[in-house]
């Protein structure tokens, strides 16, 4: 008999509900596809199989949150579940304040609004489409300052996400400390591929900006995969607990914008967290404009309770070897079957290379555009774009921005999927890579003005 030669790990939960799939067709899809003009996020979420459009709000909650939310208090203010937020907030982030959002760009846009003023310029580790809109809308200018490897899909570097201290320095010297109300660094970097920044990196952009008096703000929405990289890569952390870690992060910057619908293993919610008294006083005024009462945000008592709990359970070591474990076991089967990828893999998400995957389309033809509307009718499997059309537009010039990353997204809600549909995804993938010659490229024939990707429309090049 032959012999198992590895121990597994598995999941740390078992399952106690689900949720039926309905299965569909090619020619459902290819209906459904059209319907959507060609935007996978146009589609219907009932003709999708295996959802891999986001992590984002798509995440199980535990039987333990479910019954959080049998304990919301629903008072318009002072709800309980706001201090027991706060509690785990002081606890594990380590910031003083809290402002509770609807979600994570209802804390940008104040943010931004608060601290921006026309003409500044916002350094940061890659857009995100979100914080660079906010930044845009307030009057800033982002600027790129992440390290060239990071727009490399095949460089090796453990982390990706790290900012390049020279870029920084020399936009500081070019335009001036006054100019910068902050540096924005996200961990991990979702457009770079899910990429974590180390926490050396972070240490020295700290000394840096304190020299200059720059603020740093964190986007913390997927801080705790980023620890958990900085845990199994950085020489020195090892031994040190997830919670460690992500404390010393977070003691690097004066705040954070979180989306909790990411790590914190809710379906919605999120907050600016801060540590300056003046900026939180600010904060507190607007979010009763635009979110709802500084202790609620926009959220029911119960989402702010599922939040809370969420920390606990999201920051636990097991948990985050699974959750990354699950997108790393995709990855090594795509990578074992030649699929171009990003690579290393990010904590999120497997990025295929649509420039590589399907090489004679021109950036024009929105190589990941078309790649991710292929891998729908081939399955039923939902992925993202991200790469020309999530670009955008130069605010200025009124072009398209040809990001260097032209990609598609499969990202893996955390505690949703089990192997066989991670085995399926592959098998699917490499059934397009197959075909890939045939494929043909897109049109884009309505483009919204604000965050084009969402809402964009396409029909097949003949
Ligand atoms: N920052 C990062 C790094 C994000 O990934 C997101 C959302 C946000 C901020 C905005 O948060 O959606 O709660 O308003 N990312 C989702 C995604 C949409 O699919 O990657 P939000």
């Excluded at 809308?137 to 600027?143: I, N, P």
């Excluded at 453990?158 to 660094?185: R, T």
């Excluded at 260097?404 to 066989?420: D, H, I």
Aim: proline share 3%.
């Amino acid at each position: 008999m032959e012999k198992l030669k590895k121990r597994s790990w598995a999941e740390p939960f078992k399952i106690k509900s689900v949720e039926l799939l309905k299965m569909t067709t090619r020619e459902d899809r290819e209906r459904a596809l059209e319907e959507a003009g060609y935007n996978t996020f146009l589609l219907k979420s009932e003709d999708v199989y295996i959802d891999l459009l986001t992590d984002s709000g798509t995440n199980a909650m535990s039987d333990v949150q479910w019954a959080g939310l049998m304990v919301g208090d629903e008072a318009y203010a002072g709800s309980k579940n706001f201090y027991h937020l706060e509690e785990k907030l002081h606890q594990y982030y380590g910031y003083k304040y809290l402002v509770p959002t609807h979600q994570g760009r209802g804390a940008e846009h104040m943010l931004s609004q608060i601290l921006i003023k026309k003409g500044d310029y916002i350094p940061g580790n890659m857009y995100f489409t979100t914080t660079r809109l906010h930044q845009e809308l307030a009057g800033g200018t982002f600027v790129d300052v992440i390290i060239d490897e990071a727009h490399d899909p095949t460089n090796l570097h453990p982390f990706k996400g790290n900012i390049d201290l020279q870029k920084l320095e020399s936009l500081i010297n070019k335009v001036g400390a006054k100019k910068i109300p902050y540096v924005c660094i996200a961990a991990t970097v979702n457009m770079a591929g899910g990429q974590p920044i180390s926490m050396e990196n972070l240490r020295q952009v700290r000394e840096l900006c304190s020299k200059h008096g720059i603020k740093i703000f964190f986007d913390a929405t997927r801080a705790m995969e980023n620890a958990y990289f900085i845990k199994v890569r950085e020489q020195g952390y090892g031994n040190k607990s997830m919670a460690e870690i992500l404390r010393e992060m977070c003691s690097y910057t004066d705040g954070c914008t979180m989306s909790a619908k990411k790590d914190l293993l809710v379906n919605i919610g999120g907050f600016l967290a801060l540590n300056d008294y003046d900026i939180f006083e600010e904060a507190r005024n607007m979010v009763v404009v635009y979110e709802g009462l500084h202790t609620y945000g926009g959220l029911a008592g119960r989402d702010m309770e599922a939040m809370a709990l969420g920390i606990v359970e999201a920051i636990q070591e097991d948990h985050m070897k699974a959750r990354i474990g699950q997108v790393e076991y995709v990855g090594e089967k795509l990578q074992s079957i030649g699929v171009p990828i990003v690579l290393p893999v990010g904590g999120h998400a497997i990025f295929l290379d649509a420039k590589k995957f399907l090489p004679h389309l021109q950036q024009i033809e929105f190589p990941a555009q078309t790649l991710a509307a292929e891998l729908y009718l081939e399955s039923g499997i939902r992925s993202m774009e991200r790469g020309i059309v999530s670009a955008g537009r130069n605010k200025d010039t009124g072009d398209h921005y040809y990001p260097k990353l032209e990609l598609v997204r499969l990202t893996f809600p955390r505690r949703v999927y089990t192997q066989a549909h991670c085995d399926v995804t592959a098998e699917a993938v490499e059934a397009v890579y197959e075909r890939r010659n045939e494929i043909k490229g897109l049109e884009m024939v309505y483009e919204p003005k604000y965050l084009r990707f969402f809402q964009a429309r396409f029909k097949r090049k003949m």
